[in-house]
């Protein structure tokens, strides 16, 4: 019988993992979000990244803007995660709502896609 060593991040003093978030890199509380959350087929997904809390609802509910979807797409961590790679933001999210994720590419264009994040200081200065 085969056995499967699972690898489990490492936790902060029960304040959630200390991989910092894909999103905006803070390190004090992070998330393993599920993505793409298969929520339609009632199942949770397979691919874990990590998020804040905030970033994480953000996903949940269908309001990152374009540039945050890139950096999901760009972390350095993305094509293992998700097991291939994506030529642009669109296809990844088409991608994602193949897999399940509960918001189309059309659906996120007229919620907060062109939304300007750069106002954020976590876009000027980069994850830490």
Known sequence: MTRFKMIVPKRSRGKG???PCWICGERR??????????KREGKEGKIQ???????HSLLDDGRLSKLEYEAILNHPMAKER???TFSNVEEFVTWAFEQG?????????VKFWDHDPVEY???KRGPR
């Open 101 to 109: 994720y509960d918001y189309a590419l059309d659906n996120l264009k």
């Open 17 to 19: 993992y200390v991989n």
């Open 49 to 55: 990244i990590f998020l804040c809390p905030t970033h």
């Open 29 to 38: 509380h992070t998330d393993g979000a599920h993505f793409p959350k298969a």
């Open 121 to 123: 200081s976590y876009f």
């Open 82 to 84: 998700f097991g291939r």
